[in-house]
């Protein structure tokens, strides 16, 4: 498969590079960036997952979190795909939580969207191939998972479903009960359809029920968060994840918002969780 390189650049001994690719599943260009540690050379390192929420792209994290220096120190790849499928040819809609920029991280059913939406399949499946085949440092044996809002709850529903693949999984002010909250609900009836047991596969309180895994889910909220009330509602998930006996490290973090000042704040302890569990 074809890669070609939009941007590069050196930052903390290693370097930040942004690629596009041509997406079969998606039926579309796909766009994506990669930091690579200095430990690359020679080693293989472990790759990390990083999902944005509503209205990224794989720039929000990469320019505003800071995460280069501890992947630095750690020695780890940080993958950061963008949020949807995009381009003039993909059904969009005018609102920011519904279309591009607001994949949500599944495969849709329903038209318009069926036809290039299939998130879930392309972070979990095509783009680890890309990876593979064009960053021969990638130790695709260790690989974790973290995102943000609509990204947290990504990475928790990848973690769970596929925990041979991503052996560690954390999150920032993720949204963990869709079926139950506006954001999950606009979005799973426009690329779902009804209310169904299609909704359940990509709602992490439901998935948690069915299935837990070994790992420690590391996640820190706000306790400023705008969202926290009407779309994160914490508690759904850590009771669900308490009754059912998966390991949760939930923090609330006293005064910080939805943002990515919060984001860098802790950046530096989600990637430590993820190195310990990776053995960076
Ligand atoms: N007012 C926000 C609503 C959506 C929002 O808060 N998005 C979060 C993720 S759910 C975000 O990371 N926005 C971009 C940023 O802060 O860089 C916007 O339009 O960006």
Known sequence: MTLTQVSSWQSFGGTLSVHDHESALQNCTMRFAVYTPPQADPEKVPVLW????????????????GLQRAASQHGIMIIAPDTSPRGEDVADDDAYDLGQGAGFYLTATQEPWAKHYKMDQYIADELPKVIAEHFPAADMSRQG????????????????????????C???SPITSPCQVPWGQKAFTAYLGDASVAWEQYDATELVKERQTKATILVDTGTADTFLERELKPEIFTEACRKHGQRL???????????YYFIASYMDEHIAHHARALEA
């Open 249 to 259: 490290d939930y923090n609330m973090r006293d005064g910080y918002g939805h943002d």
């Open 170 to 172: 954390s999150a920032f």
């Open 145 to 168: 998972i973290f995102g943000h809002s609509m990204g947290g709850h990504g990475a928790i529903t990848l973690h769970l479903k596929h925990p041979d693949m991503y052996k560690s």
């Open 50 to 65: 990083y999902l944005s929420g509503l209205t990224c792209s794989w720039a929000n994290v990469m320019e505003k979190s």
